[in-house]
């Protein structure tokens, strides 16, 4: 089983910057793609940016030029750095991992982002 704990969320005001963690723990030998998808209310959950364990990076239109998603494999820790941020970003941002074919979830940490 995969454990995944995130960290890092917060209010912040528009413009601003923060970085989510999520670190890894349990059965990971052979984690595979981590990344963070968020879910905004009314709305359904979507990526927003994903890496392999080779480091091959892949975002959200909405999010290009702004987020860097990045990962210490030592650390089984997943990191995104979010600045510029905006209204529309806010949302429960939740980490995911794939373990042989199988996707797990973090329980969410919550972003606001005021105007």
């Known amino acids: 089983q995969v454990q995944l704990v995130e960290s890092g969320g917060g209010l912040v005001q528009a413009g601003g910057s923060l970085r989510l963690s999520c670190a890894a723990s349990g059965s990971i030998f052979g984690l595979n793609y981590m990344g963070w998808y968020r879910q905004a209310p009314g709305k359904q959950r979507e990526l927003v940016a994903d890496?392999?364990?080779?480091?091959?990076?892949n975002y959200a239109d909405s999010v290009k030029g702004r987020f860097t998603i990045s990962r210490d494999n030592a650390k089984n820790t997943v990191y995104l750095q979010m600045n510029s941020l905006k209204p529309d970003d806010t949302a429960a941002y939740y980490c995911?991992?794939?373990?042989?074919?199988?996707?797990?979830w973090g329980q969410g940490t919550q972003v606001i982002v005021s105007s």
């Open positions: 995911t991992a794939v373990h042989f074919g199988r996707r797990h």
């Open positions: 890496i392999s364990s080779g480091g091959s990076a």
